[in-house]
């Protein structure tokens, strides 16, 4: 035979050649001692196989070894492609192949730690299958993380890390194609980048160093470089001490450094036109996979705009102001004297300080009524929120040249204009309690002429969690690291 034969490959039109296949045996149905079916799966799709007794070419023997078989194992098949007289269900591919030679490659254990099939359900069909009074296990997260490697088998997975990988290239596209030059710095550093408690502290050759908590350092020190416009794909490292939804102690930075003539809107605009891009080559281009995850996962199709809607803090502050009048007019929920807090559910508005996680969340809400998309940028941030490198605003210092982006509520990026100036980067570091001393190599590198910048950092794992609407960071990390796991 020779050639091998994809099983996505097999249709009609190959009736009655022999074809080599390798896959996974998926199901296995022995039917007495003469008969066994085996669906086979490659690549998300499969077929079945039918081993019969003939008297030339296949032997009881066979037909056991191939009843014998354990789900999972890897499988070769010589066979004849046949169509089957009623339609095949269970399998996606409607013709049958007859089986003349099989050979195990791989075999798995005889009990797998996680049934797929169960693995592969979504909550309506647990539900539906627990009230016909099926037998079945709900998988959960960790048993799930602990077998990631069956785990990432079922269809929904291997469509959220296409998709994963889709924003990947999407971002490195669009970049290359606006003159932006891939760069690799540094993961081991001297100091914390972005300061803070999070950051994981080692021994590097007896001196004090750390796992970089971003690119943010050498991503500025490429622009002093002259590299113009810059980007990266790499691993971000926070020694991050709780368990939310949305926060991993590594996850997948997408960094972003460039000039600006101007103003740090040029940054937004990048932002602007690399997400539209993105998210428009995401539904055209990865239609099984979404469709893969939302089966598992129901979700609606992420609302956008074809020019992004920008916010300022403060009308983000105002529009949740007006929010929170009215439920006090209404008397739904409990304010406080400055009528700043709504208790009960958990907002906390101060004018100069950050969103929490709350406000974030009914903000996304609001601009979802008013504006009808679930993706905007709300900028010009209270400096006092944001890290030391900051640009603060021309017009108003309590203010600063900065910008968070969100989807469906949730924060999935941070930029800013940067401060170039190396005096007052200096003074802004040590008032942010930032040891001097640790990145006075980038502070130096301002003394030589730097241009004005700006960039942005984005959470790849966030990304693909709220585009595909998930409701967990780990779900879309292949081997998440978070404050309780570090294996497998
Ligand atoms: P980043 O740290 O990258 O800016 P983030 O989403 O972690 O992104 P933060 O500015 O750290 O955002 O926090 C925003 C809000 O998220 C906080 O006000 C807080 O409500 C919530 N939050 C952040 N970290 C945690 C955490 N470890 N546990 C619980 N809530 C958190
Ligand atoms: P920031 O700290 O906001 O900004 O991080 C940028 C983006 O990274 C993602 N993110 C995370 N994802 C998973 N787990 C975490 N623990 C976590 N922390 C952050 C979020 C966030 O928006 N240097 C700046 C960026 C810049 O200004 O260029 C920075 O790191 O999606």
Known sequence: VGEWTRVEALVAALENRTVLIRGRAQAIRPVGKKMAFVVIRENGFTVQCLVQAQ????????????????????????????IPAAPIKG????????????YCVSRAVPTLPINLEDAARSEVEIEKALQAGEQLVRVNQDTRLNF???????????????IQSHVGSAFRQFLLSENFVE???????????????????????GQPACLAQSP????????????????EIGPVFRAEDSYTHRHLCEFTGLDVEMEIK??????????????????????????????????QYPFEPLKYLRQTLRLTYEEGIQMLKVCLKICKLINLQVVDKKGDRMMDVGIEIEPFGDLNTEAERKLGQLVLEKYGTEFYILHRYPLAVRPFYTMPCYDNPAYSNSFDVFIRGEEIISGAQRVHVPEFLEQRAAACGIDVKTISAYIDSFRYGAPPHGGFGVGLERVVMLFCGLNNIRKTSLFPRDPLRIAP
Not at 91 to 99: L, Y
Not at 148 to 162: C, E, K, M, S, Y
């Open 148 to 162: 990631r490697v069956l785990d990432v088998r079922t269809p929904a997975n291997q469509g959220i890390f296409r």
């Open 262 to 295: 101007k103003h740090y809107f040029e940054v937004m605009d990048i932002v602007d036109r690399l997400f539209v891009a993105m998210f428009d080559s995401l539904n055209q281009n990865c239609k099984k996979d979404l469709e893969a995850v939302g089966c």
């Open 55 to 82: 008297p030339d070419t296949v032997s009881t023997q066979m037909v056991k070894f191939a009843a014998a078989l354990s789900r999972e194992s890897i499988v070769d098949v010589e066979g004849i492609v046949s």
């Open 216 to 231: 943010q350092l050498h991503k500025q020190m490429s622009i002093c470089g002259d590299f113009g416009r810059v980007f």
């Open 183 to 205: 760069i690799h710095t540094p993961k081991l550093i001297a100091g914390s980048s972005e300061g803070g408690a999070s950051v994981f502290r080692l021994d590097y050759k």
């Open 91 to 102: 399998a996606t591919q409607q013709v049958e192949i007859q089986v003349r030679k099989l």
